[in-house]
């Protein structure tokens, strides 16, 4: 059984870092894109950012700059360092992966987790 287990939210002032982990059990995901996307209460589900098996990155234009995402293969594990957090970054964080290569969307998503909460304070 696949599971996605997301860590390391919480409370921060803005102008604060977080970082976000993310480990897979269950299967390796040799060649799928791993990703974070983010719902806001009252929102949808949008997407934040992922990254290839081989690397290459993709990002919100509202994260560019200030997030970053990496991954270990090795440990089936994806990342998200997040800095300069703003009051708009508060939401649940949820880590995904794709049954494509590139992620960039829900559609193509085969596994979440079950999310963990950011809140950015002003």
């Known amino acids: 059984q696949v599971q996605l287990v997301e860590s390391g939210g919480g409370l921060v002032q803005a102008g604060g870092s977080l970082r976000l982990s993310c480990a897979a059990s269950?299967?390796?995901?040799?060649?799928?894109?791993m990703a974070w996307f983010r719902q806001a209460p009252g929102k949808e589900r949008e997407f934040v950012a992922s990254?290839?098996?081989?690397?290459?990155?993709y990002y919100a234009d509202s994260v560019k700059g200030r997030l970053t995402i990496s991954r270990d293969n090795a440990k089936s594990s994806v990342f998200l360092q997040m800095n300069s957090l703003k009051p708009d970054d508060t939401a649940v964080y949820y880590c995904?992966?794709?049954?494509?290569?590139?992620?960039?969307?829900?559609?193509?998503?085969?596994?979440w987790g079950k999310g963990t909460l950011v809140t950015v304070s002003s």
């Open positions: 995904a992966v794709g049954r494509t290569e590139v992620v960039d969307a829900t559609s193509v998503i085969t596994y």
């Open positions: 269950g299967r390796t995901f040799n060649y799928n894109g």
């Open positions: 990254i290839t098996w081989r690397g290459g990155t």
